[in-house]
């Protein structure tokens, strides 16, 4: 968790790290929209130490389900603008399918799990995010091949 933002490249190059081990960098950065209503900046708080633990429950839960090599996860707190960058998840793995999945899951767990919260402010005031029924559904996914997996 750091207000200051983060450069791709050098992310990228972190994942990439010793040539021949990776054959596959997945890497989503996650951006503040434009708003169609009066907000006008993002507003991310965390709770210190719970979050980065979350976190780290989180990665590796995903190293038990993919073979992975680097993974990084940088989320941004403090006030925000739009198209600022919010939050960086790259993975690296041997096979490109490893790196996609447990990219998604990583993200899909973020937002469903880490205790992170988002405030909208705008000129008529501040206003909480809700969570979406959509980010629960996407989370769930993962539980069901769980699920899944017991079942085979």
């Known amino acids: 968790m750091r207000e ?38 993002l507003e991310l708080e965390h709770y210190p130490g719970m979050t980065e633990a979350s976190i780290a429950a989180i990665v590796a839960q995903a190293r038990t389900r ?7 996860v940088i989320h941004r707190v403090g006030r925000l603008g739009p198209g600022e960058q919010i939050v ?9 399918h490893d790196a996609f999945a447990a990219c998604e899951f990583i993200m899909d767990y973020l937002k469903t799990r880490a ?6 402010i705008g000129a008529t005031g501040a206003r909480w995010v809700e969570s979406r029924d959509s980010d629960a559904q996407a989370a769930a996914r993962w539980r069901e091949s769980d699920t899944n997996e017991e079942t085979t």
């Open 4 to 41: 200051a933002d983060f450069g791709i490249e050098e992310e990228y190059a972190r994942l990439r790290g010793e040539p021949g081990g990776t054959g596959a960098c997945v890497l989503f950065t996650g951006l503040v929209r434009e708003w169609a209503n009066d907000a006008h900046a």
């Open 66 to 72: 993919w073979q992975l090599g680097a993974v990084r």
């Open 88 to 96: 960086l998840v790259g993975v690296a793995s041997v096979h490109r």
């Open 115 to 120: 205790p992170i919260w988002k405030k909208e």
